[in-house]
């Protein structure tokens, strides 16, 4: 579980936290060492999404040297540079394309050529963030840092479970530094909205949703645009599929999302109502980011500026109290978390401070 | 009110110490009480000579596995349809008073 506080070789045991794990490993350039990959489980090893991302991460770096034993459960991964570049990757349809974007948004900023990165597979599931969400959240997230021109991400084709078939292109531009955060006002939610889309299937179920979103949203402000997003034919996939994803923003710029998709037997409405809900949640947990959105904006505080980043975020989620213990372990990086005086005292806000590394991308070809 | 007595509790966590001087698991460290949970996590006598495996080591195929959504289960998500609870968070938008 733990690994030698900042020595050059990582260590790490079992399955869980694969992918932030792997990124250190490349920001660090430190090699890691990783065991007991579902060693106890009837079925041992790495999953076949999982040697799909090191295959991916071969790809977008150059010179990384990836061993994986001959029983799947352990991997030693000797980084390279981070090439950026052209790539196009396949993605197997046991997870989305959010699996595999995650990750790459974080290093991806630190290339040495700009990313131009194609996906294909599923674009909406219900365990990774969606390209919608990543497109309309994350993306605003590394803006923060100062990574935002020609950043992008275009979902040309749309893929359900369990066939995909989806396609997206992610744009990214390549940065010296992260930009220190400063971000402690939550703000008031200004604006929600929303994108319904329904694929291989009535058109009519992104209106139902869209309306039953309404019952619940309408109550608070004025400002609610929810859109039906149509594909059509070859770019709607391979299967069929709905969901609805929502953000709400604040004053200050605070965004935050939850999303719902399709299940069999149930009603779009359901569908509707379970991101409203969800979304009502996270507003409630209060803070400048949400849930899904704790590690990356950590990662890009730890590699900011040798200067004192902060965020006000709700409680960390089990995958970010991992993270910030890798991190330290990586990179040396302790945060200051202490509570923020709330104004609400039904929630547990926090500020997470900490000192940047003043991380600087060595891979940028100079013009 | 189940929910802000859990937000005391939790508020009154001195996180740091539990992420970089404990060792607790992340869950642990989440759960409503840590310390009762640290006890019967590897306590080994004398007499143990087999080990049983927690259910979830021997695995559920692939439940939980780095996924950065959350598990939305709409029994979590009954208590929304209370008015009460609806209108509490009114003041989180700029339409609501701040005193509401």
Known sequence: MTSTATSSILSFSGHQYLRHRLVLSILSAKTVKIDKIRSDDKNPGLRDYEVSLLRLLERVTNGTVIEISVTGTAILLKPGIIAGGAVTHECPLSRSIGYFLEPLIMLAPFAKKPLNLTLKGITTDDQDLSADLIRTVTLPHLQLFGISEGLELRIRKRGSPPLGGGEVQFLCPIVKQAKTLNFVEPGKIKRIRGIAHAVRISPQFSNRMIEASRSVLNRYIPDIYLYSDVYKGEDSGKSPGYALSLLAESTTGAIHCAEATSKPGTAPEDIALLASRALLVEVRRGGCVDRQHQTVVLMMMVLGSEDVGKCRMGEPTPRTIQFLRDVRDTFGTSFKIVPADSSSPGTVELIYSCYGTGYVNANRSLA | ?100
Do not use: C, M
Not at chain 2, 32 to 43: C, G, L, T
Not at chain 2, 70 to 82: A, C, G, Q, R, S
């Open chain 2, 1 to 100: 009110l189940s929910y802000q007595q859990h937000s005391k509790r939790a508020q009154r966590k001195d996180w740091i110490k539990l992420i970089y001087s404990s060792s607790l698991t992340p869950e642990q460290i989440l759960s409503e009480d840590p310390s009762n949970d640290v006890v019967d996590s590897a306590k080994p006598t004398d007499d143990d000579f087999f080990t049983i495996k927690s259910e979830a080591a021997i695995g559920n195929e692939d439940h939980d596995d780095d996924r950065s959504k959350p598990t939305l289960n709409e029994e979590d998500f009954k208590e929304w349809e209370e008015e009460e609870l609806l209108d509490s968070i009114r003041g989180l938008f700029i339409t609501g008073s701040s005193n509401e």
